[in-house]
Every structure is written in C-alpha cells, then in structure tokens.
C-alpha cells in the first residue's frame, strides 16, 4: 500500500530553521505533483506547497513565500520543505500529500496523505 512518511519536524526557536522530509512508497513518485498543508489546533488544513511531478513548477501559499523552499529527489522518492525565518504562526501538524492533478492540488484533492509531523515555533 501507498506510504507518505514525513519526518524533521520539532521544536524551533523563531528565526530559526528547519528541514522536512517525505519518502513515499507503493507509488511511483515520479507520476505525483508532491507537497506539503498544513493545520493548526481549531483550523481548517491549509495548503502550504508543491512541486510538479517533474519538478519544473512551484507554488507557494502567500505567507510562505520567500521563506519556504520544496525541493524533491525523485530517485529517493522524497520530497523536501526547507523552512526558513520560522514564525510563531508557522506552528503546526505538517501533512505530506501526493496528488496526480496541478489544478486541484491547492483545494487539497490529492490521491494520499502522510500522518503528519508537529513543527513547533517558540518565541
């Protein structure tokens, strides 16, 4: 069956950085747009990045811009979410998701999800 396990979560100080991975199994990764939401305690899952299957396209929510990078590595079937200048609003569970259309891939129509990684900014 299809694994999405996500990983380098923690706790971080604000201005701090930190490095997400996603290595997926059961799949062929190359045929995913790969990417990353998002959800705080009381709010809705929130899209926060992907990357095309062949890593030519980005997109970015707003308000990581500038900050985050997604990178992936199709031979190790991993996806990547370097976070840079944390924020305290950046404190969240992390979900890696693989989806097999662009356009609906920010509405969260995505084909799997991983289990999720706490990401923890303090001040």
């Known amino acids: 069956q299809v694994q999405l396990v996500e990983s380098g979560g923690g706790l971080v100080q604000a201005g701090g950085s930190l490095r997400l991975s996603c290595t997926a199994s059961?799949?062929?990764?190359?045929?995913?747009?790969m990417g990353w939401f998002r959800q705080a305690p009381g709010n809705e899952r929130e899209f926060v990045a992907v990357m095309s299957w062949s890593g030519g396209s980005t997109d970015y929510t707003d308000s990581v811009k500038g900050r985050f990078t997604i990178s992936r590595d199709n031979a190790k079937n991993t996806v990547y979410l370097q976070m840079n200048s944390l924020k305290l609003q950046d404190t969240s569970i992390y979900y890696c998701?693989?989806?097999?259309?662009?356009?609906?891939?920010?509405?969260?129509?995505?084909?799997?999800w991983g289990q999720g990684t706490q990401v923890t900014v303090s001040s």
């Open positions: 059961g799949l062929t990764f190359s045929n995913y747009h």
């Open positions: 998701a693989a989806g097999s259309s662009w356009p609906t891939f920010r509405a969260a129509r995505v084909n799997f």
